[in-house]
T-cell receptor, first 113, second 113 residues
Framework: KAGVTQTPRYLIKTRGQQVTLSCSPI?????VSWYQQTPGQGLQFLFE???????NKGNFPGRFSGRQFSNSRSEMNVSTLELGDSALYLC????????????FGPGTRLTVL | DQQVKQNSPSLSVQEGRISILNCDYT??????FLWYKKYPAEGPTFLIS?????DKNEDGRFTVFLNKSAKHLSLHIVPSQPGDSAVYFC????????????FGTGTRLKVLA
């Protein structure tokens, strides 16, 4: 079974631009979560989608948004990029059962100049 | 406010000895806890979990202990192997029955051969 894939793996943008990151979950997984990882901050929860609906949201500004498609693939968008948005963005997928293990992708490394 | 804390940023252990990684939390509503391991350039991989109705869960060389009164959990690795060298994250479920996980900042374990 293929794992969680994220594209692109690396991205360089400048302040003020916007960016879209993509995540393809493991086949059959309906829950997709997004996390931001920065040095010293661990993984910060952004949001979780389940069956195309945002089920949970973390404490991030409205510049961070996401969506999920009917095939469970998910995209995350960050508008008006700031230097502090430079981070590793991780996507994780899970089966539909409540709680349990999340399977993470390799992440997208975003650098904002 | 960091609800899940890993106060030791790094830990070094001799091969064959026990590694003990600690995690403290502040939210008494957390009811499900997980440990993940992360190698460089890869996403975190699930190690072991524990529900708040238990105080111990074992899986091979890995054992997680939960002390609800102290709001503390620990991961024991016995015996430690050089391949265990990685960053370890603990995570807690903030919303019952969903995948909104709050992660700690991680502990870098180095197992010395």
């Amino acid at each position: 079974k293929a794992g969680v894939t994220q594209t692109p793996r690396y991205l360089i943008k400048t302040r003020g631009q916007q960016v879209t990151l993509s995540c393809s979950p493991i086949s059959g997984h309906r829950s997709v979560s997004w996390y931001q990882q920065t040095p010293g901050q661990g993984l910060q929860f952004l949001f979780e989608y389940f069956s195309e609906t945002q089920r949970n949201k973390g404490n991030f500004p409205g510049r961070f948004s996401g969506r999920q498609f009917s095939n469970s693939r998910s995209e995350m968008n960050v508008s008006t990029l700031e230097l502090g948005d430079s981070a590793l963005y991780l996507c994780a997928s899970s089966v539909s059962a409540p709680q349990g293990e999340q399977f993470f992708g390799p992440g997208t490394r975003l650098t904002v100049l | 406010d960091q609800q899940v804390k890993q106060n030791s940023p790094s830990l070094s252990v001799q091969e064959g000895r026990i590694s003990i990684l600690n995690c403290d939390y502040t939210n008494s509503m957390f009811d499900y806890f997980l440990w993940y391991k992360k190698y460089p350039a890869e996403g975190p991989t699930f190690l072991i979990s524990i529900s708040s109705i238990k105080d111990k869960n074992e899986d091979g060389r890995f054992t997680v202990f939960l002390n609800k009164s102290a709001k503390h959990l620990s991961l024991h690795i016995v015996p430690s192997q050089p391949g265990d060298s990685a960053v370890y994250f603990c995570a807690a479920s903030a919303v019952r029955g969903t995948y909104k996980y709050i992660f700690g900042t991680g502990t870098r374990l180095k197992v010395l051969a």
